[in-house]
Each structure stands twice: as C-alpha cells, then as structure tokens.
C-alpha cells in the first residue's frame, strides 16, 4: 500500500465544500508534520495548509483566506482538509505531504477537485 493515500475529491458547485482525507501507512505518521499541496495544469505545485506533527501548529497560504481548515488525528494515522466556500480557481489536484525533521518525506497520488461556476 502507498504510504499516503487521499480521498475525497470530487465535482461541486461553486460555494461547496468537500474534506479531503489522507490516510498515511508504513511509517510514524504521528511524527511528520503533514501538508496539503494542489497543482492546476501548467502551474507549479503549491502549498495549501501545513499542520505541525502533534497538530497544534497550522499555517495556511493565502489564497485560502480562512475557508479550509486542516486537522489530523495521529491515532488514526489521518489527515484532513475540510474545504468550504469552493471558487472555481480551487480546482486542482490536491496531494497529501508528510516531512520529517530528518528529511524524510512522503507523496500521495493526488485527489481531483473540481469546482463548477
């Protein structure tokens, strides 16, 4: 099984919401800060929300402008992205990201979001 796989993308109108689930195997989640990532065709991969690995620190970039909020339950090896108030330009493949302190660093494949007007 990949170590992170994502759900929970899909087709919506836009002023929807959707959540995002990653579920990460094979290696101690609990201790890897754990990101959200999305990449529209043509443009480069960017940063989504960040939450530390204990989940008390989060950062968000600043086109979410306070719709997503990120979480993670350690004890089920998840991570979430709770997505409200969805914007055609939110349409994007979304990646789940874990890094540790050492390096180490984990993709999963991608989920589709697809905001219509």
């Known amino acids: 099984q990949a170590p992170l796989v994502e759900s929970g993308g899909g087709l919506v109108q836009a002023g929807g919401s959707l959540r995002l689930s990653c579920v990460a195997s094979?290696?101690?989640?609990?201790?890897?800060?754990g990101s959200w990532y999305r990449r529209v065709p043509g443009k480069e991969r960017e940063l989504v929300a960040a939450i530390s690995s204990g989940g008390g620190s989060t950062r968000y970039a600043d086109f979410v402008e306070g719709r997503f909020t990120i979480s993670r339950n350690n004890a089920e090896n998840t991570m979430y992205l709770q997505m409200n108030s969805l914007k055609p330009d939110d349409t994007a493949v979304y990646y789940c990201?874990?890094?540790?302190?050492?390096?180490?660093?984990?993709w999963g494949r991608g989920t589709q979001v697809t905001v219509s007007s």
């Open positions: 094979g290696f101690p989640f609990s201790y890897y800060t």
């Open positions: 990201f874990a890094s540790s302190e050492d390096a180490a660093t984990y």
